[in-house]
């Protein structure tokens, strides 16, 4: 079986709750999920699924809704509150929307406040004023959270190892995001809306989920970006706010609807910290699933389509764009830093052949293979370092062997191997260079030899533990 791929296709946006909704009309189980959630030391919350009309097609729509005292328990909070359980049972309400929205304040397409009359808006605002998305009251009864507070749930939360650092992994990337906005440091980030108990069921369910559907890599496209202005807990901010942009740095972004915030700073700390950016790769597709924004705009049908697909091993591809430049001034002891600065800024490949150019001068031809998302970066590079004026590149597929990494145990420590698989047919063994080059230093000992010892554990079956 191939490696499972999961295509965020956010025509019209993303958040926490949409990006559950669709995981759960995927496939996803709810019943299997709460059982998961509930063993968190979270309290106050049931969770509500069903279906709703967005346009003309029908989606998935998912709440976290607040009963009782939303909050942490301790010790995870440190504010010395006594630990207490609510047994709430969920509702999943299929065929309908529930009748009374509860806020979220990160959630996809905010309406106007509840405290504050409808439509005031603030004189200062300018020629933006026609289009300002309110933000709503957060869940209900909750503090602000320090990241520090919530790292430390999620590191002690009994979880599956992929989904605490997938969960670890977005809220880490929205935490450095805020520091950045703030200029402070990541521990010193206080979360407001996106610290809700709301928003932390929204992120671990997301990765809850992708575990429950196998689900190894994720990918998306263009995003898009409303316009206007936005109150929130730190006061009126521009759309798309400026820790959600930090978020995206390296995503491709289209423009959006005026007044709305399509890309929730929860939704892109999911992005950030899970998927990348980058087109449909050449899957077999298994399934498709819908999840529902909050709002039901008459622009638009407001919800996002995860396509769940598999690569198949042979015939495996993916596309790339090879860069192409020669260069006859470039000494060939500044190569290597050429090369190098390219790999650096992300490329797949890198290399460099002696050629022959015009006016029968001796060159090299430099050739690059990177992903369209880097390559940006990687061209930047290219003229940085090297000598050309110029250079080409094309749109390619690349054919790949399905990889995985195993450890082996040597007479000269662990070394790490890569396995290359066609048809679930083991064809290459390739011991990381690096590391026997590490072992070799470190005994005294050529590296050849280090590298036969790696193959013959990896033959022998000899794992490290």
């Not at 504050?116 to 503090?143: H, K, N, R, S």
């Not at 529902?292 to 008459?298: H, I, K, L, V």
């Not at 749109?395 to 679930?424: H, M, N, P």
Request: net charge negative.
């Amino acid at each position: 079986m191939g490696r499972r791929v999961l295509v965020i296709d956010a025509f019209a946006g993303v958040s926490g709750d949409m990006m559950v909704a669709a995981l759960l009309d995927l496939g996803g189980d709810l019943a299997s999920l709460e059982r998961e959630l509930r063993a968190l030391p979270l309290r106050g919350w049931a969770l509500r699924r069903g279906v709703v009309s967005r346009g003309a097609f029908a989606a998935a729509r998912f709440e976290v809704l607040a009963v009782g005292e939303p909050g942490l328990a301790a010790p995870a909070e440190d504010t010395g509150d006594r630990a207490h359980d609510h047994g709430h049972d969920h509702g999943h309400d299929h065929g309908h929307d529930h009748g009374h929205d509860h806020a979220h304040g990160h959630d996809h397409g905010h309406t106007h406040d509840a405290g504050a009359p409808d439509g005031a808006i603030a004189p200062e605002l300018g020629p933006l004023a026609g289009i300002v998305a309110e933000a709503e009251p957060a869940f209900p009864g909750q503090p602000h959270r320090p990241w520090r507070v919530i790292r430390r749930l999620l590191e002690e939360a009994p979880l599956p190892p992929r989904a605490r650092d997938r969960a670890l992994a977005a809220f880490t990337k929205l935490a450095a995001s805020e520091a950045r906005v703030h200029g402070s440091l990541p521990d010193e980030v206080v979360f407001h809306e996106v610290g809700g108990v709301d928003a932390i069921i929204d992120v671990v369910s997301v990765a809850l989920l992708l575990e429950q559907l196998g689900v190894d890599e994720l990918v998306g496209g263009p995003l898009p970006m409303g316009r206007g202005l936005k109150r929130s807990a730190h006061g009126t901010m521009p759309l798309p706010p400026p820790a959600t942009l930090f978020c995206l740095e390296g995503w491709p972004l289209c423009a959006g609807v005026d007044g709305m915030e399509q890309v929730t700073p929860t939704g892109a700390a999911i992005l950030a910290g899970m998927a990348s950016p980058g087109p449909i790769p050449h899957l077999r597709l298994i399934g498709v699933g819908h999840g529902a924004g909050r709002a039901d705009p008459p622009s638009h049908p407001n919800m996002l389509r995860l396509l769940l697909g598999e690569r198949e091993d042979a015939g495996s591809l993916e596309q790339v764009d090879v860069l192409v430049a020669t260069m006859d001034d470039l000494s060939g002891e500044h190569l290597p830093t050429l090369l190098e600065a390219m790999l650096a800024a992300g490329a797949l490949d890198a290399a460099a052949t002696p050629c022959l150019m015009k006016k029968g001068r001796s060159g090299h031809r430099v050739e690059v293979v990177v992903a369209p998302a880097q390559r940006p970066a990687v061209e930047r590079a290219l003229l940085r370092h090297g000598s050309t004026f110029g250079l080409r590149r094309q749109r390619a597929d690349r054919a790949l062997l399905r990889r995985t990494q195993r450890r082996v145990q040597t007479e000269f420590g662990e070394i790490g191997v890569k396995e290359g698989y066609l048809d679930g047919e083991l064809l290459q063994v390739a011991p990381e260079f690096e590391e026997v080059a590490a072992r070799a230093r470190a005994a005294g000992a050529p590296a050849p030899v280090v590298h036969r010892a790696a193959l013959a554990a990896h033959a022998a079956g000899r794992w490290a533990p």
